[in-house]
């Protein structure tokens, strides 16, 4: 097969628990202080659905390996082949995502900013974005495979994100400290989607061999491997727009 779908999540929610006049704000390891726009969430009951609909419609659920062997080794996909991601590794990500991911045996991708991850365990509140603990992405290997979103470059202020600020040299030490955490090598998400061509390039330089983007589409042999396209999951997606996004 010559193309696969990447879907793209990032926060899971109850629907009971979900305030729609509530801001929800970030709880970060490095004391980030933003807001976590409210299409970023997925209620539970439609991610189990989702989940079950790719399980009981044969999808073929692929890693970040069998994406570089599809750009580099030539080897191809299995028809209806979807790679599952989550940006932040958010604490919802090991309470809700984790569990039902292993019910079907799927595999995921959690693009991780270093310093937003805890060292401790904090408490969940359905009120804030609270990111996962070093301990939590370490229950979760099993399933999820944590790739590089900077180690400190997911910030944003006067509507321009770091990545678009900072010089060549800044932008490699930060890869770089993220990279030697990380379980999956040369693998980038750019923070809030936005890059420049000479971001691409340094990654390039720095021999990454995949990069994501938010913008949404399907991604086929003829894409450049580092500007791949991600569908959004968002929190109205139900199951007939969800089904729109595979194909």
Same mark, same amino acid.
């Not at 989702?50 to 299995?78: A, E, G, H, R």
């Not at 913008?215 to 003829?222: D, F, L, Q, R, V």
């Not at 491997?225 to 959004?232: D, F, V, Y």
């Given at each position: 097969?010559?193309?696969?779908?990447?879907?793209?999540?990032?926060?899971?929610?109850?629907?009971?628990?979900?305030?729609?006049?509530?801001?929800?704000?970030?709880?970060?390891?490095?004391?980030?202080?933003?807001?976590?726009?409210?299409?970023?969430?997925?209620?539970?009951?439609?991610?189990?659905?989702?989940?079950?609909?790719?399980?009981?419609?044969?999808?073929?659920? %692929? @890693?970040?390996?069998?994406?570089? !062997?599809?750009?580099?080794?030539? #080897?191809?996909l299995? $028809?209806?082949?979807?790679?599952?991601?989550?940006?932040?590794?958010y604490?919802?990500?090991?309470?809700?995502?984790?569990?039902?991911l292993?019910?079907?045996?799927?595999?995921?991708?959690?693009?991780?900013?270093?310093?937003?991850?805890?060292?401790?365990?904090?408490?969940y509140?359905?009120?804030?974005?609270?990111?996962?603990?070093?301990?939590?992405?370490?229950?979760?290997?099993?399933?999820?495979?944590?790739?590089?979103?900077?180690?400190s470059?997911h910030?944003?202020?006067?509507? %321009? @994100?770091?990545?678009?600020?900072? !010089?060549?040299?800044t932008?490699? #030490?930060?890869?770089? $400290?993220?990279?030697?955490?990380?379980?999956?090598k040369?693998?980038?998400a750019?923070?809030?989607?936005?890059?420049?061509?000479?971001i691409?390039n340094?990654?390039?330089?720095?021999?990454?061999?995949?990069?994501?983007?938010?913008?949404?589409?399907i991604?086929?042999?003829?894409d450049?491997?580092?500007?791949?396209?991600?569908?959004?999951v968002?929190?109205?997606?139900n199951?007939?727009?969800?089904?729109?996004?595979?194909?």
């Amino acid at each position: 097969m010559d193309k696969f779908t990447v879907l793209m999540y990032h926060e899971i929610i109850k629907k009971e628990d979900y305030k729609e006049d509530n801001n929800s704000e970030l709880l970060v390891g490095d004391g980030y202080s933003d807001i976590l726009p409210k299409p970023l969430f997925v209620f539970l009951n439609e991610f189990e659905n989702q989940m079950k609909y790719l399980y009981d419609n044969n999808y073929s659920i %692929i @890693t970040l390996k069998d994406v570089i !062997d599809f750009y580099y080794n030539n #080897k191809p996909l299995k $028809e209806k082949s979807v790679l599952i991601t989550f940006d932040d590794t958010y604490k919802s990500s090991y309470i809700y995502a984790y569990p039902i991911l292993k019910k079907y045996g799927f595999s995921a991708v959690g693009f991780m900013v270093l310093n937003w991850v805890f060292e401790d365990k904090q408490e969940y509140n359905p009120l804030k974005s609270v990111c996962a603990s070093k301990e939590e992405l370490e229950e979760m290997k099993d399933v999820f495979t944590y790739a590089n979103h900077t180690k400190s470059l997911h910030k944003r202020a006067d509507g %321009i @994100t770091d990545l678009l600020k900072v !010089d060549k040299d800044t932008f490699i #030490k930060d890869i770089r $400290e993220c990279e030697s955490f990380v379980m999956a090598k040369k693998v980038f998400a750019y923070p809030f989607g936005v890059f420049k061509e000479e971001i691409v390039n340094w990654l390039y330089d720095e021999k990454f061999l995949l990069a994501f983007t938010t913008a949404p589409g399907i991604n086929t042999k003829e894409d450049n491997p580092l500007k791949l396209k991600r569908n959004a999951v968002d929190l109205n997606c139900n199951l007939e727009k969800f089904k729109s996004l595979l194909t």
